[in-house]
């Protein structure tokens, strides 16, 4: 129970915050709203929850995952 809350803190804070994790900004990735703003906490938990629960399995017929679709957000690119 311990390291989940560690996890979830880690995803939560990062998304909320700068919009990627660390792993996320070596790759120049970032989780944004479909305005493009930053997420909230809100749709973080959703995400979360979701690919936990193998909202991945959706790529295989569309290209975007559950969490993308329901929590409002999408995974943008920056190119250099």
């Known amino acids: 129970l311990y390291l989940l809350i560690i996890i979830l803190t880690y995803y939560l804070y ?3 915050k700068h919009g990627q994790t660390l792993g996320m900004k070596s790759w ?3 989780v944004l709203n479909t305005d493009n703003t930053r997420i909230n906490i809100r749709q973080g938990i959703l995400r979360i ?3 936990l629960i193998g909202g991945h399995l959706v790529l295989i017929f569309t290209n975007k995952s559950l969490q993308d679709i329901i929590s409002n ?3 943008v690119k920056i190119k250099d």
Do not use: D, M
């Open 14 to 16: 990062f998304w909320v």
């Open 28 to 30: 120049k990735t970032y």
């Open 49 to 51: 929850t979701l690919a």
């Open 73 to 75: 957000s999408h995974i």
